[in-house]
């Protein structure tokens, strides 16, 4: 007997036929509400990378943007350190969830697309949160979100990326969703003003944590 494959798997095939690389993010997250589902990276908590971050660097009121916000934890994280918090994702399931989950919160949750964001975003945030969520998009689309993300950073501020390590995998087999990046496609966020702060691996080399200015 062969195990079923899971609804990621079969979600993303069907939506990257069609040409959409988000459509099958609601279409995951509507199914695990009804739970025919699992959503890979849903941990109920924080990312701990993140956390450690926080803990030394509180917002005092400054504006923070988390990209991919799923169920809202590392916006959550970012206003409890006293960041004023705006979180979006292409996922109106993924939105409407978060907000259920935090009813007196004090993040905006917005659902918006990373590949064509709000123009008022441009240059508008002290600190830009981007985890795994590029990474989740094919590659065709990297250089677009990329340049988003750089874009919403203000000068003197902070962008935080942290994506799979690519030299960790075994590039010859794997088969995405997620699509790992390179050292080199880490280093493009450094566009357009942004310049790389420090770059490291981080999980015994598995994942890269990067961070940026402008
Ligand atoms: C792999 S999950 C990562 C979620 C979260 N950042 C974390 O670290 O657990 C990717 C998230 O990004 C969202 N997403 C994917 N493509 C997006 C896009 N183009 N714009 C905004 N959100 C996107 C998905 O709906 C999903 O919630």
Redesign the pocket.
Known sequence: MTTPEPADRTLSRASLADGD??RW??QL?TAAEQGDAVVP?T?GEP?ADLVAWAGAHPGDGRRALV????HGD?PELLAGAGWAVTA????PT?VTAARARFPESTVDYVV????KPPGEWRHAFDLVVE???IQ??PRDFRTT?IASVAGFLAPGGTLLVSEVAEESTDVATWQGP?WPFSRAEIELVAQDGVTVTSLETIRDGSRYWATFTR
């Open positions: 690389p988000t993010f609601d997250y990276w941990r990312n990209v991919g916000s799923a590392d979006f994702d292409v996922a993924a918006a697309d990373l590949l985890i795994i969520n989740a998009m979100a997620p």
